[in-house]
């Protein structure tokens, strides 16, 4: 609804809503309610008042670094179920802030059907179009909907006691508005000249029809109390107003374009009448215009809008009482990402108060980092020290030297940092920092408890972040109470998804992270180019890389730049084999940090190891490296990257002759891998040494030892392609074939079609050659007949697909036309399970749960009759059995012996010859005390063998003798 004030729009919306029974929630904004982070906070509050449940969701998300647009809509999604009615009134003080106009785009367009949204401004807004996108009801109202007629004029002039003013004269200078004939006037100023000795229409009519009506102690209250939103004694009180009951209780008997609350003596202007009355209180002398808007900061304060007092001291330039409201909230806004308002209040306070100012550092410093702006925080440290005060700012606030030491530590300025936190008084802050400079080295660690707690606090996210350092991956499933904290280590969240092995998850996550302009060195320079090089896309991986170096150039951090050198070591030497650059830029590191931080030197001497051991003729250097790597990893209990540099050493001391000491590594990188609870770092090793797997099983005496998992693992892993940016076609392949493009089902009109987009769905690129879709879908022939057909399958697939989408055939090769994200049935099937092979205990048992759940949904590709399609339901079959067994051994540990002998059995069903399998179900039933049930497992272990012309191995019959003596 948008038309001039005092059209009429509140009144409307108010009869509209009292007509029904639906909970109302109201917010109006006003000039200061611009920014978006606290417009999200009034919504929630508004909201909150019927639906509890949102109450909090806020915080959270923005905690979560969601943008404010995400927020809203997570916001609203919400309510989803409670049926709620939302006015958002006041929207023309939105018109200068794309963020908060985001913010009411994304509140309509995720609304769900339950809520109901009525916008009301006093201008037109610009809207995007995707605003109104889905929403099933649209409904405009303008001005010349809410206009009265002339019958309705006149009886509204008499009812209020203006008989006098000519009813049609008002009609023709206002064409109808409402507050023109009550008490305003058309805006147009060619319609009505000014009276009252104002030039505009409507100030002209407020003065000559409302204000000199009045008693003028009555005129002068209403313009004295125009600061105010609503008028109480009290209030009107703190701002030096004498007999504010009395006046008030006089006003009530005049008609005033006001509304009175309803329970208490209070009172609201109408929004253009208390315009009008400011715009009076404005003309007064300066001098009483600052005191008293001083006044009315006074009166914020102590009711607790501290934000609200800020903006008032500053408009009188009354600086010295606004910086300690402000020292109080800017944290918070800096939490709820309304940074435009930090950045203002700190430009003016710096600008007055110098940039020295010691009451100035801690907001500074958490802006800074907050943006990842090392920097300038070392600049803001360095003019304290320059004004000789900081040492005492250090001592006198626990956070802010923190801060400090914290950039100073990303500037390779060890000796400033030692120097800020000698100074430092010993809080949870300084901890976290002290475990910082664990990563320079460990002697550090004496100074605080190794089960270090998240406090709250802004250093909580240096805490997640040093925890990632270490390895200890499963404590950063702690989420920080802080929302600075989590925002600014949520990159190190897709790092530990990317550590753990869930690659498609960690994919699905950074993937989305650009849409949150926080933490991006970290997370383009390291994290982005890492899971890049995880999924071995080495171009994904360079443009990654060459997008961080930007960020980190621009954050001032030098041990960031050291950290992505590393990673494009890492890229070069895992993916490109390209040893000379690797080592190129090895000594670039290694001389820069002078081997002062030790996280450092570890990667630098196991990539270096690795290096050498990729050269073939440099294992004795590769051995030097990698023990000095290893050594201080395990004095340090630094385990990030263990599991790998553990496997380099075991093939650096198999080459020098060392098997014993080989097995010590290997246990070492298993150890690690377990603290992690994850194989995946593990895997990535041993496929560049498989050889250390294979000598590890010769000492291995049992057949189902971990080092024996690791191998099948092994044998299945395939990183490519597990994970799709985008889902445009969906195949539905086991238990029925069915597709779904762009989330609407298609039927192409032969059954071939569907056999071809699957075999499409597991190709390189998703492409193939004629050849091969011909000896897939038609056992190799390669005659006209199956030429054509192969050309209607294409055709027909082609015909159910967007334009410039479907596959068609460029010379022999079959592929896409568009961009397309495949994901079927089978696919998924066995990305989840490649995943699991990278996790260990419940987390690995979740996802091969979820595997299995889509291969018992029925027979892959039903009536597809083809070898291709045999071989796929075979290989289906095999990798459900191995997934059935391993769910099983794991349910056996955990003690969930009936969810262990369920899984066991259906990998029998699927492979009666698994000695394994039956080995499991004699175990299930000794650990239930079914004695009965050992021997019966053995026994049909036997008989199943006998088909085959097989016996049981020497491991199942000493297990069965064991069990059974």
Known sequence: MAATAGSGKTTAVVQACQSGVTPVAWLTLDWADSAPGRILVYLEATIASHVESVRGLVHGVLAARITHDEAAGLLVDATNGFPLILVVDGLEHLTESPGGLA????????????????????????IDSRMISGVDLVAAIGEQDLAFTLEEAVIVLQKMEMGDVDAIHAMEVTNGWVAGILFESWRSRQNIIGVGGESDPLHGYLSSQILDRLDPVEREFLIGTSLLDEVTPSRATALEERRSPQILMGLRTKHLPVSWVVGHEGMRCHPRFREYLIALFERREPKEVAYRRSLYGDLLLTEGHHEEAVEQYMLVGDLDKALIPAEAVIGGIIDRLDFAIADRWLGVFVTSFGEHDPR??????????????????????????IAKQRDEFASTSA???????????????????????????????????????????????????????????????????????????????????????????????????????RLTEALDVYARSDLHAHSLSWLHGIVGPELMIDLQRVDEARHALVIGRNHIKASGSIVFEWLNILIEVKLEL????????AIFLLNQVEEASNRKYNFINEAVDMWRGLANLLMGDHDGLALVSLRRAVESMNRAQRIIDLPSAA??????????????????????????????????????????????????????????????????????????????????????????????????????????????IALLATSPN??????????????????????????????????????????????????????????????????????????????????????????DKGEYLPRIESSWADGRRSSMSEKAVTASLAGAAICFAAQRYQQAKKMAEASLAGDPYSERAWRMMMRVSNAIGDADAVTSSYLRCEAALAEGSLVPSSATKELFLLLRP
């Open 399 to 501: 956070v802010g030297a923190s801060m400090m030491a914290w950039s100073y530590w990303h500037l390779n300025r060890i000796l400033d940092m030692e120097s800020v936190m000698a100074k430092a008084p010993l809080t949870p802050e300084v901890a976290a920092v002290r475990y910082l400079m664990t990563l320079l080295n460990e002697n550090y660690a004496t100074e605080f408890d190794k089960g270090i707690k998240l406090t709250g606090g802004p250093l909580d996210a240096l805490v997640m972040r040093v925890h990632f350092a270490h390895g200890r991956l499963k404590e950063m499933a702690q989420e920080p109470e802080s929302p600075w904290a989590a925002a600014v280590s949520a990159p190190w969240r897709i790092g530990v998804l990317r550590a753990t092995g």
């Open 647 to 756: 496997v380099y050493l075991a093939e650096a001391e198999w080459r020098s002759g060392n098997s014993d000491a080989a097995d010590i590594a290997t246990d070492w990188a298993l150890a690690a891998a377990q603290q992690q609870g994850s194989n995946h770092q593990l895997l990535l090793a041993l496929a560049d040494f498989e050889a250390v797997v294979t000598r590890r099983l010769d000492v291995e005496t049992d057949v189902d030892s971990e080092w024996h998992e690791l191998g099948r693992s092994l044998m299945g892993r395939d990183l490519k392609g597990q994970s799709q940016s985008r889902v445009w076609l969906l195949l539905q392949e086991f238990g029925e074939t069915s597709l779904e493009v762009g989330g609407i089902c298609v039927k192409p009109r032969i059954a071939k079609s569907l056999a071809l």
């Open 103 to 126: 913010v009411i785009e994304a509140l309509v367009r995720y609304a769900p059907s339950s809520l109901k949204v009525v916008l009301l401004s006093r201008s037109d807004i610009p």
């Open 360 to 385: 100035l550092a801690l907001p500074q410093l958490l802006l800074a980092i907050s943006r990842e702006n090392y920097g300038l925080a070392c600049d803001i440290s360095d003019s304290l020290e």
């Open 766 to 855: 998703h492409s193939v050659t004629r050849s091969e879709a011909l000896k897939a879908l038609f056992e190799g022939e390669n005659n006209d007949s199956s030429r054509a057909y192969l050309r209607q399958a294409v055709h027909r697939l082609r015909e159910v697909m967007p334009p410039g989408l479907g596959p068609s055939f460029v010379g022999d090769v079959l592929s896409f036309t568009g961009v397309v994200s495949i994901t079927s049935e089978s696919t998924q099937f066995e990305s989840l399970l490649l995943e699991a092979n990278r996790l260990q205990g419940e987390d690995k048992l979740q996802l091969l749960v979820r595997a299995l759940a889509l291969f």
């Open 574 to 581: 895992k993916l490109q084999r390209n040893t000379e650059r």
